[in-house]
């Protein structure tokens, strides 16, 4: 009777049904986690780009700080920067402030 209900029609169709659902689960299961990885993945890559964009930002402005330090170890560069700055002269000089003529009043 075990051997025949095992050939039962029924039977047969329910075990196709339940390999079927556990299949279906393992395919669903593995789209899952490939959506979750390629999720993530796009995420580190817009991340990298930004990454990328700032080192690139503190490269350029590295540069102009290494050249306005170049330029300010020298008495010739540096003095311009002290007059402008600090408005310090030396004895022998004078500073003339020249100020931008007032704005018309709007009425």
């Known amino acids: 009777m ?3 209900l095992a050939r039962h029609p029924f039977v047969r169709s329910v075990r196709r049904l339940a390999a079927l659902a ?3 689960v393992v395919v669903l299961l593995v789209a ?3 959506a979750r990885v390629v999720g993530t993945d796009i995420k580190l890559e817009s991340e990298l780009r ?3 964009t700032s080192i690139a930002a503190y ?3 590295d540069v102009r ?3 306005r ?3 300010l170890r020298t008495a010739r560069g540096a003095i311009p920067e002290i007059h ?3 408005r310090m002269l030396a004895p022998n000089e004078r500073m003339i402030l020249v100020e931008p003529p007032p704005s018309p009043a709007v009425h």
Do not use: C, M
């Open 84 to 86: 402008e700055r600090l």
């Open 2 to 4: 075990i051997v025949r």
């Open 65 to 67: 700080l290494r050249r």
């Open 50 to 52: 930004q990454t990328r």
């Open 59 to 61: 490269e350029r402005r």
């Open 32 to 34: 899952a986690q490939f």
């Open 69 to 71: 330090i170049a330029r």
């Open 22 to 24: 556990v299949g279906s």
